[in-house]
């Protein structure tokens, strides 16, 4: 071996026994709650055109079908009630309410490390959805999702560093009644991790019944005021232009009880909403912005999400079409009027019209999460996992989905340009006298975590050491990892004695650990 093949070796030991020792979460090269925005598909007019317009439908179009508890709510505080029923809102009316709204929310996990500041332009990327089947990625198949299914999901999530938060992906189908299902949702992704959890009330009656849930969770009302860990999506409108009625009291519950809320308006373009992604756009501005009007007419300043969320639609076939360039514009289009108006704002990226987690999975999912993180999305729901349009949940592409956002966060990280990036006194340090690379360097070790990410699944080694390793593939290294992941028991998982409590007041169906 010659001394140079003996240097180069020597440098390549260090620099993995430096990668093998953990930094300090504040030293990692990227993290929750990075700084994106840098991508802007809309100039300065388009948005102030974007905004006119939504402005312009809710003056003179507005919203029907309000329920009499939020018609009283919005006329106090200015809507104008027409014959035909819609509710309409002055553009005067809207300014008064965007300058009430929250701007600094925070959404708290269990664990205070996992708290989600959405102020300015952070990126947070986590899960959504309500797939109704599961993905076997063995056979090849799909069945039913399962409470089970919606537990593993939680504590996946709660041991990948890139997925920051889980909204419920996928619906309990073995739970026949639907309170039960909504109380066993909460109770198995509490049970499943300390990040901050997302779910979706069905029923206004099942509001209050979580919400004590909820307390006995946190340790009583007092506390769970004080860290509401678990926010309500409201599909608080139907698109084109209708609120949801059951959806919109049980938004004014959850408000009530200290819940922060997704305000979501998801419409088909060209189905429920236009056909062209600036009038998408458009209309779930003006949707969003009557939510804000009516979240803030209700209690001023409550932790609101802005969650404009219009999904693409193949004009040929009907179908969704999540995994597409104009999905992956829609967002970042919409990422981009949250921060016009200032808003913590949320839309869906990353998730696959791919039935499987395969190459066609593999650019659905990274294009859209890249252009949302790049866009400064503060809350990127559905960022990995999801399948078929959003019908199918896999387990798998989960955890693959953490190195893909991985890397999709060091886009958003950016190029820091300074004197010690430029690197020129490195450069005359090897150049001129020393030994002509920078492998092995104190400054490239010191520079190869904080700088770069690295795949835990995702394989970067030579043909000839992949034939040594027995030709690893990811969807069984993803397999492996997951059936690791869930052997261990549930750190999240609550105290016995606060566990049989909650079993003795609710009918709880996952079984104890």
Known sequence: MTQSSTRRSGGRSARVRARASALESNERPIFPGMTGGTYKPLSDHDVAQINAAALKALDEIGLADAPPSGIEILTQAGARLGDDGRLRFSPAL????????????????????????????????????????????DGKTYRDSTLQDLYDAARITDQLENIHFLQRPMVARDITDNLEMDLNTIYASCSGTTKHIGTSFSDPAHVLPGLDLLHMIAGGEEAWRARPFVSNSNCFVVPPMKFATESCEAMELCIKGGMPVLLLSAGMSGATAPATIAGAIVQSVAECLAGVVYVNALAPGHPAIFGTWP???????????????????????????????????????????????????????????????????????????????????????????????????????????????????????????????????????????????????????????????????????????????????????????????????????????
Request: charged residues 25%.
């Open 94 to 137: 809207v300014e008064d309410m965007l300058a009430k709204a929250n701007r600094n929310v925070t959404l708290p996990g269990r664990d205070p490390s996992h708290d989600l500041d959405l102020s300015g332009q952070r990126v947070h990327y986590g899960t959504a959805g309500a797939a109704v089947h599961m993905v076997d990625v």
């Open 311 to 513: 999904f693409g639609l193949d004009l040929r076939t009907g179908a969704m079409t999540v995994g597409s360039g104009e999905q992956a514009l829609l967002t970042a289009g919409c990422a981009q009027m949250h921060n016009y108006y200032g808003l913590p704002g949320g839309a869906a990226a990353g998730a696959s019209d791919s039935k499987l987690p395969d190459m066609q999975a593999g650019w659905e999912q990274m294009c859209s999460n890249v252009m949302a993180g790049l866009s400064g999305l503060n809350m990127v729901y559905e960022a990995a996992g999801m399948h078929a349009s959003l019908l199918g949940f896999c387990h798998e592409s989960l955890i693959l989905g953490d190195d893909l956002i991985g890397q999709a966060q060091r886009c958003v990280r950016g190029i820091e340009v300074n004197d010690e990036t430029l690197a020129l006194g490195q450069m005359v340090e090897v150049c001129l006298g020393g030994e002509g690379h920078y492998l092995g360097t104190e400054r490239t070790l010191s520079h190869m975590q904080k700088d770069h990410v690295y795949p835990t699944l995702g394989d970067r080694t030579s043909p000839k050491e992949w034939d040594e390793k027995d030709k690893p593939e990811l969807v069984p290294n993803a397999i492996r990892r997951k059936e690791q992941i869930l052997a261990e028991p549930s750190k999240a998982r609550l105290d016995p004695e606060r566990d049989q409590a909650i079993r003795a007041r609710f009918n709880i169906h996952l079984p104890r650990d």
